[in-house]
Structures are given as structure tokens and as C-alpha cells.
């Protein structure tokens, strides 16, 4: 069950933060005659996996030097806020490509450079499996390609989707901030479950209280 949980996460956080990145994707290989652009896709999207995986591996062998779990998890509590709380998506350039192996380039340098906070997050979520990691990014990265205006529609339709990705990515930080060895040895029982709720609540609770200020000051 652990591991089922574990698995299930890191697809959640992978299918809630790729949505840009699917958005890359497209705009790169627009300009292709339709037969290559699904090939650009594709063979793109495995290069994305092997890359996305490799990055993944290093910060996991990174989240073991004493102190940056604790900082890995404080930055994805803030990543879980800023997604909550960016109404807007930012409008992003992506020059169309002109060949195959161009357009290829293209996908898996802009998975690499505008996934690192998956990256981070889903390092946090395996807990140092490996197998995690490529299983999930297996499952979850063709999802995201070949899925993704699916599910961003479902994101803008059903808003709570949103937050239930936000919820899991703060109880993903909550679990690396929990598990810094110093934290642990202190933090166990009782006042575990208070850390979790205090971050897990804080992150839902402060990004609605700014997505309600921000909805006001637009009606006013």
C-alpha cells in the first residue's frame, strides 16, 4: 500500500505541474507535417522520460545530504502556493521548429528547464526509489502529452482538482520536511501529525485566502 500510494502521488504531481509543459510541446512541433509531428511527440516524449528520470535520480541522491530534505521540502510547500495561487497562465514563446531532430531538441531541453519542480517533487515522493520515479514518469508523461488540453479542461472545469493536486504536493513537502533526519528524531507521533496539518493547511489555507482577496479586488 505504501508503495501504491507513493506511485499514485507522483502521478497526481506529475499530471497537476506538466500541464505547460504539454503546451511546449505542441507549440514546438506545430509547424511539422502531421506524420512528423507525431513523431516528434512521441520519440520527444521518451527523450523527455529518460532525461526528467536522470534529473530525478541526482536530486535524489542530493535529498540525502543532511539538511536539504528539509529545504527541498520547504520549497515545494512554496511551489504547491504559487501553483494555487497563479490564475493566469503565463503566455510562453516557443519558436516552431523546422525538422524532426529540431523539434525533438526542442521538446526535451523544455522539459528539462520547466520541470524542475516536478523534478523536486517528485524526488520527494518516491522517498529514494528509483523504481518509483521511472514508473511514474512511464505512466504519467505520455498522459501528459497526448492528454494534456483533456486535462487542463478538467483542471478549468472542476477548480477542486486543482487543489487536490495542491494538497498532495503539500503533504509531499510535509513528508520531506518530516523526514530530514534532525526533524525525525524529535518530530515523531503526536507532533508529526501536527507538522503535516500545520503545512498541509497552511499551503490550502493561505493560497484560497489570496485567490478569494484577488477575486474581490476583480469585482471591485
Known sequence: MEFLSALAA????????????????????????????????????VGAVAVRASLTVGVLWLLQVPGLM?????LLAWIAYRLL??????????????????????????????????????????????????????ISVPIMVWGSTLILRWIERFPALLYAGG???????????????????????????????AIIGGVLGLAALRNRRSAKEVLQ
Open 70 to 74: 528539509l529545504a527541498g521540502g520547504v
Open 167 to 197: 494538497g498532495v504536493l503539500a503533504w509531499t513537502a510535509a513528508s520531506m520536511v518530516a523526514h530530514e533526519p534532525r526533524i525525525a528524531e524529535v518530530a515523531y507521533g503526536f507532533p508529526r501529525v501536527i507538522l503535516y496539518v
Open 85 to 138: 495561487t497563479e490564475s493566469e497562465s503565463k503566455d510562453r514563446e516557443v519558436a516552431p521548429a523546422l525538422g524532426f531532430w529540431t523539434a525533438m531538441r526542442t521538446i526535451v531541453v523544455a522539459d528539462a528547464v520547466m520541470g524542475m519542480d516536478n523534478v523536486l517533487a517528485v524526488a520527494g515522493a518516491a522517498h529514494g526509489s528509483v523504481a518509483l520515479v521511472v514508473l511514474g514518469l512511464l
Open 10 to 45: 507522483i502521478v497526481v504531481i506529475d499530471l497537476v505541474l506538466a500541464g505547460d509543459n504539454a503546451i511546449v510541446i505542441a507549440l514546438a512541433a506545430r509547424n511539422l507535417p502531421p506524420a512528423l509531428q507525431r513523431r516528434a511527440v512521441a520519440w520527444g516524449t
